[in-house]
């Protein structure tokens, strides 16, 4: 369906775990433990979040996987879909906007989703972040690096068939308003014409994971 920027299995290969848990332990090692001295009292330094982004379209197994990601190495798990659903279903002012725009195949403003991942992000007591399916567009990606002011640590993405995509979508029966096949042609749509920038820009900078 689209280019490939890297070849990358259905499932976490013992390789990636080993590539992660390895990064992980040593940005631990530079922020664990490291104290700054203050009027006398030793403080333990902030630590900065270590983000993960997970891309793939509809049905390309990220809520499988993340899943597994999760009970390895213990990240909050932050779905951007479940988020914005959760926001639908509050009836906040942006909910009617952003039900309207889920239902149109089409991507919520940015600042409108940042500003949803910035509130449980600062709600956790955990460091670790597992974002699902976002930013999906390179507006996404500037807005999220603007208003949060880090860059993930590690992005993955997982490819899937069109053919494979649809099939799961509409066979997983959990309710969802985007889960019908206009809406779904939509999303695959909209997918493969924004994300592509976004996975070839963590492409150049090394930080996506096959």
Request: glycine fraction near 8%; hydrophobic fraction near 40%.
């Amino acid at each position: 369906m689209w280019r490939r920027v890297a070849s990358l299995s259905s499932s976490i290969s013992s390789s990636f775990l080993a590539q992660t848990a390895s990064r992980l332990n040593t940005w631990e090692s530079l922020t664990t433990g490291i104290a700054q001295q203050a009027k006398g009292v030793i403080a333990p330094k902030e630590k900065t979040p270590f983000i993960t982004f997970v891309l793939g379209g509809p049905g390309s197994g990220k809520g499988t996987q993340c899943i597994k990601i999760v009970e390895t190495f213990g990240f909050a798990h932050l779905s951007a879909g479940d988020l914005l659903r959760r926001e639908i279903a509050s009836k906040s002012a942006d909910g009617a906007m952003i039900l309207n725009t889920i239902k149109e195949g089409k991507i919520v403003p940015s600042q409108v989703t940042v500003k949803l991942i910035q509130k449980e992000m600062e709600l956790s007591d955990n460091h670790k972040f597992l974002i699902d399916g976002f930013p999906r567009t390179e507006e996404n990606r500037v807005s999220f690096e603007r208003i949060i002011g880090v860059e993930p640590n590690v992005v993955l993405f997982f490819d899937c068939p069109e053919e494979e995509m649809v099939k799961r979508v509409l066979n997983r029966n959990e309710g969802r308003v985007d889960d019908n096949l206009e809406t779904i042609k939509k999303r695959l749509t909209v997918f493969q014409a924004l994300s592509l920038p976004v996975i070839n820009y963590y492409s150049e900078r090394g930080k996506l994971y096959t």
